[in-house]
């Protein structure tokens, strides 16, 4: 009897779409324990490990273009177009590559979130796929890069591949996909964790009245200019970079060797920018946000909405992040009565769709694959 073979495609943008997928992925299991999985990207398997419960194949592949980032809220433009023009320009080829991928592992589906070419390669070969993710890369791009006519054809190629899915599922507080004709949406994705202020406290010997903020900027590398915040009585920082000894308000998280889940809803306050990933388990944890301002990320006032309907959020603007003069907005949260949290309705409705699709146990293996 042979198990279905799911293969997971992820973006290496930062560590947002694995966070999104993974609580699908183990839900999965649970619902077919026999499940194989494949995982692609450019991720560290170690960082894929993590989230995820079960054994995995991986294979480390570019599946897409990387944006270019200055920091964890800031584009590099330029730098962007650069990439995606030298990704697109040998377009076919990578559609070649990403066939000979699907025929050496022969899955019965795929998942993507959300590199777009190997659902176009997908598509061509019959192999069923399903997109998920809050927002897709071809607006994206083109908030960013408008243009010539390279960059409508490398928008018209994005594009094709998200069509090319059976479905595109998008989990709330999701961007509008109108040209797109096969999107569904679901509820909210995210991990709800145990929270253990008391014990955290006591492992870093604190009081249990002490208010923690946790600095959580997500996975790409950006200087932290926290030799400039201010001291708050009864007030600690919870960070995983590198903190001055002569600050005894900045701890650093690595010390208490907990899941991050169970860190964040251990929280009062979660200091972050306009994400998907933080956003959603902020909220469905009962957390409360405060954000740093990200106008030109076409996600951002999505986001921010829906965390001011389900929950708690105050913004500050980049001066304040730099200069430590959000005491106000901090405070203001602080003072809000914890949020309800949420239920990761999204999870199970994303279960229930990958599952239709998949075949039973018994499935002869390759079968899928045509060409």
């Known amino acids: 009897m042979q198990a279905p073979h799911l293969l997971l495609a992820l ?4 560590y947002g779409h694995l966070a999104q997928c993974a609580p699908v992925i183990n839900a999965l ?5 026999g499940l194989r999985l494949s995982v692609c990207g450019a991720l560290p398997q170690a960082t894929v490990a993590e989230r995820l419960d079960g054994a995995f194949d991986y294979h480390c592949v ?6 270019q980032m200055r920091n964890a809220w800031e584009v590099n433009v330029p730098a962007s177009r650069q990439v995606y023009r030298a990704f697109h320009e040998h377009w076919d080829a990578g559609l070649q590559q990403d066939a000979e991928l699907l025929r050496q592992l022969a899955p019965d589906l795929v998942l993507a979130d959300i590199p777009y070419r190997i659902l176009s390669a997908a598509g061509q070969h019959a192999i069923p796929a399903v997109a998920m993710c809050s927002l897709n890369w071809a607006d994206i791009y083109a908030a960013y890069c408008k243009g010539d006519h390279i960059d409508r054809q490398i928008h018209a190629q994005m594009m094709a591949g998200y069509r090319a899915a059976h479905t595109f599922l998008t989990p709330q507080p999701a961007i509008a996909m109108p040209q797109l004709h096969n999107t569904r949406t679901i509820g909210p994705i995210a991990r709800r964790g145990t929270r253990k202020k008391p014990l955290l406290c006591a492992q870093y010997g604190l009081p249990e009245d002490v208010d923690i903020v946790l600095v959580a900027l997500g996975g790409i590398p950006t200087e932290m200019p926290l030799e400039h915040w201010p001291r708050i009585a009864n007030t600690v920082w919870l960070t995983a ?3 001055n000894p002569q600050r ?5 998280v690595q010390a208490l060797a907990w899941p991050f889940i ?4 251990s929280a009062d306050v979660v200091l972050t920018k306009p994400g998907y990933g933080t956003y959603a388990e902020a909220v469905c944890n009962g957390v409360a946000v405060l954000s740093l301002e990200r106008p030109d990320w076409p996600e951002t006032a999505v986001l921010n909405r829906w965390v001011r309907q389900h929950g708690h959020l105050e ?3 980049r001066e304040q992040f730099y200069k430590g003069t959000f005491v106000q907005q901090l405070q203001s949260l602080l003072a809000a009565t914890p949020g309800p949290g949420m239920q990761p309705a999204g999870i199970h409705q994303a279960v229930a769709l990958i599952q239709s699709l998949l075949p039973a146990a018994g499935h002869a293996p390759g079968t899928s694959w045509s060409g």
Do not use: T, Y
């Open 315 to 317: 913004v500050m603007k």
């Open 241 to 243: 970079g590198a903190v």
């Open 62 to 67: 570019e599946l897409d273009p990387v944006l």
């Open 262 to 265: 169970d860190v964040l809803a």
């Open 248 to 252: 005894q308000d900045f701890l650093q």
């Open 29 to 33: 299991w649970a619902e077919i324990p």
């Open 11 to 14: 973006s290496g943008h930062g």
